[in-house]
């Protein structure tokens, strides 16, 4: 495969998107913290498990939608079910197999946190862009997004 070379523009866009996104993440994260509550990696789990049917999904499938690894989600899993936010349930066709289903206590939980977490995202993202700049970035972002995608996953590792 050939090499791409960025030019200094796509490079400093690059560093500006990467540095934007950790300090957003990290405020939004403090904001979390100083309202008590459990930090941002639990809301995309509890978010995740609110919308799938019967507010349950198979762990593997967990792990895919809120992109992290099987061990990851395990930990993370543990954590929220030692919280009582959600519990496992085993698959009743595949006996190695399980769910995790979503508590009354871990939906509450996530309407608490998307409080501060929606309030982040309106200060730190939102009122910085006027709609026209919101469109253009959701445009160039989508089709990033795309691109990545459609790369089959051999390629992305050369």
């Given amino acids: ?6 030019n200094e523009l796509s490079n400093q866009t690059w560093k500006l998107f ?6 957003v993440i990290e405020q ?4 979390l913290a100083a309202a008590n ?3 941002l990696s639990w809301y995309g789990v509890l978010w995740t498990l609110e919308k799938a049917p019967d507010h349950e ?9 809120v992109l992290l690894s ?5 930990r993370l899993i543990d954590r929220l079910e030692e919280a009582e936010l959600l519990c ?25 946190m998307w409080a501060i977490y929606s309030q982040g995202i309106a200060r730190y993202f939102a009122k910085q862009l006027n709609a026209e700049e919101m ?19 051999a390629a992305l590792g050369e």
Wanted: proline share 5%.
């Fill in 18 to 23: 990467l540095t934007t996104h950790v300090m």
């Fill in 135 to 153: 469109n253009t970035l959701n445009q160039a972002f989508q089709q990033i997004l795309a691109a990545v995608k459609e790369t089959p996953v």
């Fill in 88 to 112: 496992r349930k085993r698959c009743p066709r595949d006996r190695r197999g399980a769910y995790a289903v979503l508590t009354e206590a871990g939906l509450a939980m996530r309407q608490q």
């Fill in 70 to 74: 099987r061990s990851n989600i395990t």
């Fill in 37 to 39: 509550l459990p930090p």
């Fill in 28 to 31: 939004i994260e403090r904001d």
């Fill in 57 to 65: 999904m198979r762990l593997h499938e967990l792990a895919e939608q």
């Fill in 1 to 6: 495969m050939t090499a791409l070379h960025l």
